[in-house]
Nanobody, 123 residues
Framework: QVQLVESGGGSVQAGGSLRLSCAAS????????MAWFRQAPGKEREGVAA??????YYAGSVKGRFTISQDNAKNTVYLQMNSLKPEDTAMYYC??????????????????WGQGTQVTVSS
């Protein structure tokens, strides 16, 4: 059974940093896509970043501020978030196993999801 467990969310002031973690069990992601999505109240879920075979992808709104990385030994993916802005406030979700042909930022293309971790950035 595949489980994705996110952690590391919290409340910070604008300009601060957080690091999210996504630990995968029952699943070896080293040769598959892993991604982070976020969903703010009243908005659609949007792709934030993804990683596949060491190649990274970012949404334009976070490029240069967020970094996705992975630790294969720990089967864990991270999202380092720096220079946080109030508009980064959202529930952040880890996703795994992208369907072939789906774009990395298409949430419908992923088979497995974590429960989410809340990130709140105050001005």
């Amino acid at each position: 059974q595949v489980q994705l467990v996110e952690s590391g969310g919290g409340s910070v002031q604008a300009g601060g940093s957080l690091r999210l973690s996504c630990a995968a069990s029952g699943y070896t992601y080293s040769s598959k896509y892993m991604a982070w999505f976020r969903q703010a109240p009243g908005k659609e879920r949007e792709g934030v970043a993804a990683i596949y075979a060491g190649i990274t992808y970012y949404a334009g709104s976070v490029k240069g501020r967020f970094t996705i990385s992975q630790d294969n030994a720990k089967n864990t993916v991270y999202l380092q978030m720096n220079s946080l802005k109030p508009e980064d406030t959202a529930m952040y979700y880890c996703a795994a196993d992208k369907r072939v042909g789906a774009m990395w930022y298409n949430n419908a293309g992923y088979s497995y999801w974590g429960q989410g971790t809340q990130v709140t950035v105050s001005s």
